[in-house]
């Protein structure tokens, strides 16, 4: 009888320790998908159809000045009100252009003087 509840006691401490790991293991499988979905944002390319029709370059000085006449010298990305990154950053978030980085350096014509 006493043989026999020893192994019940064991078995019930086994099956405690395994929940363990699967719960686990479970948590760290959850832990790396958050990883993924906190995935970089890609950098946004000038061949992007969006990007294309609101004429953005990842250099400023590079706007086609005669089609998109509302470029003024010193306008880009950095200074613009839909910008948001830390500062000095070389690239960061884009309002228009979500899930993907532009350029501080760079311009488009929804450009708006940040306040
Ligand atoms: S809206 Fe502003 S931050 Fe976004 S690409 Fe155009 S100029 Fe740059």
Not at 67 to 92: M, P, V
Not at 106 to 113: D, E, L, R, V
Request: charged share 20%.
């Amino acid at each position: 009888m006493e043989a026999t509840q020893r192994n019940s006691n064991a078995a019930s401490i086994n099956k405690r320790r395994f929940m363990f790991k699967v719960i686990a293991a479970t948590a760290l499988s959850g832990t790396s998908g958050l990883v993924r979905a906190q995935a970089k944002p890609v950098e946004l390319s000038e061949t992007d159809p969006q990007a294309v029709s609101l004429g953005y370059k990842v250099d400023a000085t590079k706007v086609d000045k005669a089609k998109f006449k509302g470029y003024q010298a010193g306008h880009q990305c950095s200074n613009c009100n839909l910008f948001k990154a830390e500062a000095n950053a070389a690239n960061g978030a884009c309002a228009i252009f979500p899930g993907k980085n532009v350029a501080a350096k760079g311009w488009c014509s929804a450009w708006i003087k940040k306040g």
